[in-house]
Structures are given as structure tokens and as C-alpha cells.
Nanobody
């Protein structure tokens, strides 16, 4: 079992930056792929970024060039650096962990463990 806890969400102005953290416990994250998803009320949860356990990164087109996913295996933590934030980035952000490879890491079904989410609000 892996427990995931997100933090770092807050209110920020458009154009600003935030770094979200996802701390894992229970098992080492180094053997899992990790991903970030987001969900606005009334909408489906959507893929943001992923880092499979065997390397590489995937980004949604809407965040490419602005967001960066990274991990610190020593701290068992995953990060999402978000720059040039836009009001449309407003959502609850969730981190996830799973053993899926390839393009499946961009799908909800690619993950077994989810955090509770952290709210990011970008004001215009």
C-alpha cells in the first residue's frame, strides 16, 4: 500500500508560480510511476503530467512548457512545478502512483493509489 499526501495548493495570481508536493509513505516511490491529474467541479479528472517508473515524462498539451514534474526518491516525494499560471489552471490537483508503463500513464486507469487533492486557484 502507498499513501499519498499532496500539499502546496493555494490562491495565486495569473502569471505566478507554485510548487505542489506529494509525499508518499508505505512503500518507496522509486518502483512506481507517478502522475498529476486535476479536476474542476463538474468536469472530469484530467491528466496533467506523469513520470513512469522506467523514466521519461509526459505532459498534457495545455501545460507543456509551463509545468515540470520531478521526484526526489530520497525524500519519497513527487513535485509539480507550475509556472506562468493561468485562470484555467484552477482545479483540485491530485497525485497518483502505479506500475503502468507507456502512454497508459496518462490515463486514470494507470494508477492504483491516489492522494486526497490540493486546491489551486489562479485569479485573473
Amino acid at each position: 500500500q502507498v499513501q499519498l499526501v499532496e500539499s502546496g495548493g493555494t490562491l495565486v495570481q495569473a502569471g505566478g508560480s507554485l510548487r505542489l508536493s506529494c509525499a508518499a509513505s508505505g512503500r518507496t516511490l522509486s518502483i512506481y510511476g507517478v502522475g498529476w491529474f486535476r479536476q474542476d467541479p463538474g468536469k472530469e479528472r484530467e491528466f496533467v503530467a506523469a513520470n513512469p517508473w522506467n523514466g521519461g515524462v509526459y505532459y498534457a498539451d495545455s501545460v507543456k512548457g509551463r509545468f515540470t514534474i520531478s521526484r526526489d526518491n530520497a525524500k519519497n516525494t513527487v513535485y509539480l512545478q507550475m509556472n506562468s499560471l493561468k485562470p484555467e489552471d484552477t482545479a483540485i490537483y491530485y497525485c497518483a502512483a502505479g506500475r503502468t508503463l507507456g502512454v497508459a500513464v496518462t490515463t486514470l486507469n494507470g494508477y492504483d493509489y491516489w492522494g486526497q487533492g490540493t486546491q489551486v486557484t489562479v485569479s485573473s
